[in-house]
């Protein structure tokens, strides 16, 4: 176990295996980077996973998305977007509109108010991004990204 995962948690024994400290290695890391994304995103009054809709729609703009896709795309996955959806609706962020003979296929679009402050929030985003992981330079960044990418698709 590395010492500063193993000081981090306060952990006296060792993991039954380096899978398992990789593991927890990861879930450490990715609450730490949600945490302060998190906190970056606070006094703008949204949440990472609304932002994260947000950004989903801004790039399906001027389309729209259903429902359904925006909560395939979505980084954590939700059993129940549609609570996300309407608070966000809610805040003036998104309309929806109902489509075609089909009465239940509504499309999500971005509104003006949800493309400007997703717009001003990238230049946060970015630079928090660059204080979190900038220092591990780009081949090595590049080499995490594989690696992650790795672990999930188990390749």
Known sequence: M?????????QRKPFSSLEHEAVVSIARTAAILEHET???LKP????????????????AA?????????????????????????RLAEMGYLVR???GDDRRFVRTR???EGRALIDRLDDVIHSLHR???????????????????????RG
Do not use: F
Not at 134 to 148: C, F, K, M
């Open 110 to 112: 971005i509104t003006p």
């Open 131 to 153: 204080e979190q992981l900038g220092h591990l330079g780009a081949d090595r960044l590049a080499r995490l990204v594989e690696l992650l990418d790795d672990a999930r698709t």
């Open 62 to 86: 001027p389309e729209g998305l259903c429902r359904n896709e925006i909560r395939d795309r979505l980084i954590s996955p939700m059993p129940d977007a549609t609570r996300l959806l309407d």
């Open 97 to 99: 509109e109902r489509e």
């Open 2 to 10: 590395s010492p500063s995962l193993q000081s981090e948690l306060k």
């Open 44 to 59: 703008h009054g949204l949440t990472p996973t609304q932002y994260n809709a947000l950004r989903i729609l801004r790039g």
């Open 38 to 40: 998190a906190e970056a």
